[in-house]
């Protein structure tokens, strides 16, 4: 699927930040599993927490 380019523009220094799924947040505590949406500021994951008893969380970025 190809991303608008609006929206391909918006990840670069400055804008958003580029996720994967799997990619690892805050020293490994957070991997990211899904993207649940965006807006103007930021992106939202669905991220696990391999180091808490809680299994998912929710991660702005």
């Keep these: 699927m190809r991303m608008n380019a609006w929206i391909q523009d918006?990840?670069?220094k400055g804008g958003y930040?580029?996720?994967?799924?799997?990619?690892?947040f805050s020293v490994g505590?957070?991997?990211?599993?899904?993207?649940?949406?965006?807006?103007q500021f930021s992106n939202v994951w669905l991220a696990y927490d391999?180091?808490?008893s809680v299994s998912f969380l929710f991660c702005s970025v």
């Design 10 to 12: 918006s990840y670069r």
């Design 17 to 24: 930040h580029a996720v994967r799924i799997d990619d690892k």
């Design 29 to 39: 505590g957070y991997i990211a599993q899904r993207k649940l949406g965006w807006d």
């Design 50 to 52: 391999s180091q808490t």
